[in-house]
Nanobody
Framework: QVQLVESGGGLVQAGGSLRLSCAAS????????MAWFRQAPGKEREFVAA????????DYADSVKGRFTISRDNAKNTVYLQMNSLKPEDTAVYYC???????????????????WGQGTQVTVSS
């Protein structure tokens, strides 16, 4: 069982930066792949970024590539999402998710992930 708690959201002006954190419980955190999703009002939850258990492989949605960076610290049971050059269209509730196995074919689907956090709000003003 894995429990996830996000933090670090807030209000920022366009062009600014935020770093989200997702703290995980459980001794087997290092064996889980982790991901960030986001959901804007009236829209479906969408994939943002994913990182494999070792941290050696990452993937990003095209909309955030070059601006966002996902990383993890297995010693601290924490995954991060560094968000730079934020745009108003990045406004959403951001969720972290975990699953033991993800693939290129499955990592963007919400159905892949067994564990979810409660979300943290990110608002980017223009």
């Amino acid at each position: 069982q894995v429990q996830l708690v996000e933090s670090g959201g807030g209000l920022v002006q366009a062009g600014g930066s935020l770093r989200l954190s997702c703290a995980a419980s459980g001794r087997t955190f290092s064996s889980y792949a982790m991901a960030w999703f986001r959901q804007a009002p009236g829209k479906e939850r969408e994939f943002v970024a994913a990182i494999r258990w070792s941290g050696g492989s990452t993937d990003y949605a095209d909309s955030v590539k070059g601006r966002f960076t996902i990383s993890r610290d297995n010693a601290k049971n924490t995954v991060y999402l560094q968000m730079n050059s934020l745009k108003p269209e990045d406004t959403a509730v951001y969720y972290c998710a975990a699953d033991r196995v993800i693939t290129i074919a499955t990592m963007t689907s919400t159905k892949t992930y067994d564990y979810w956090g409660q979300g943290t709000q990110v608002t980017v003003s223009s």
